[in-house]
């Protein structure tokens, strides 16, 4: 019953800032861990950033330094900042969770529907 919603995408130009928010509902509790990817157009999909349940986070050395993942756990939050900004960050942002089900499985195909990032140079 988790659900995912992205939001905060935009055009910037390079060297600006975006925050991406995660809205998180459902089952908070049973998420183990929620993770950024992103896509641009011809390309797989890749991971930008995790944060799991304890707090710790890991980032793709594209991004590391530059990119900062954290959560909000009164608003059932996780933000992506995005500082820096490349054109080669150019893609939609997705949020996913790995989360326990109610059987006790590892569900980890739980995915927000996106939103666009657009760097200019």
């Known amino acids: 019953q988790v659900q995912l919603v992205e939001s905060g995408g935009g055009l910037v130009q390079a060297g600006g800032s975006l925050r991406l928010s995660c809205v998180v509902s459902?089952?908070?509790?049973?998420?183990?861990?929620i993770g950024w990817y992103r896509q641009a157009p011809g390309k797989q999909r890749e991971l930008v950033a995790i944060?799991?349940?304890?707090?710790?986070?890991e980032y793709a050395d594209s991004v590391k330094g530059r990119f900062t993942t954290s959560r909000d756990n009164a608003k059932n939050t996780v933000y992506l900042q995005m500082n820096t900004l490349k054109p080669e960050d150019t893609a939609v942002y997705y949020c996913?969770?790995?989360?326990?089900?109610?059987?006790?499985?590892?569900?980890?195909?739980?995915w927000g529907q996106g939103t666009q990032v657009t760097v200019s140079s």
């Open positions: 996913n969770a790995e989360a326990t089900n109610p059987l006790g499985l590892i569900e980890n195909s739980i």
């Open positions: 459902g089952a908070t509790y049973s998420i183990n861990a």
């Open positions: 944060i799991k349940s304890g707090g710790n986070t």
